[in-house]
């Protein structure tokens, strides 16, 4: 049952990620205010993710502008890179500007 209610969670949250836009990011907790679940549970999401899904997993960032380190040490710069691939530009301090690039749902 835990199993059910875990995958329905999910794709509640990949509904959400999928309408984050090119150019644009949300984060972990706005996604899960929006889903009725944590942000960490977006996060294990996220990395349920198949290889070759089409919910676009680097548009979803911390609370504070940045790109999560991964544990297989390469998914942050490949998040990095597809980030500015759609024209986000980082800070200097490897952040984002939520002002500008935070989409509002």
Not at 3 to 30: A, E, M
Not at 65 to 83: A, I, T, Y
């Amino acid at each position: 049952m835990l199993q059910d209610s875990s995958s329905s969670r999910y794709q509640d949250v990949y509904v959400l990620v999928r309408q984050v836009p090119p150019g644009f990011v949300t984060t972990y907790g706005r996604i899960g205010q929006l889903a009725g679940c944590t942000a960490r549970t977006v996060g294990f999401a996220m990395a349920a993710l198949p290889r070759g899904s089409d919910v676009p997993w680097q548009r979803v960032i911390n609370s504070q502008g940045k790109v999560s380190p991964r544990s297989d040490g390469e998914g942050n710069v490949l998040q990095r890179e597809l980030l500015e691939a759609e024209g986000i530009v980082f800070n200097c301090n490897q952040g984002i500007d939520l002002e500008r690039y935070l989409w509002n749902f």
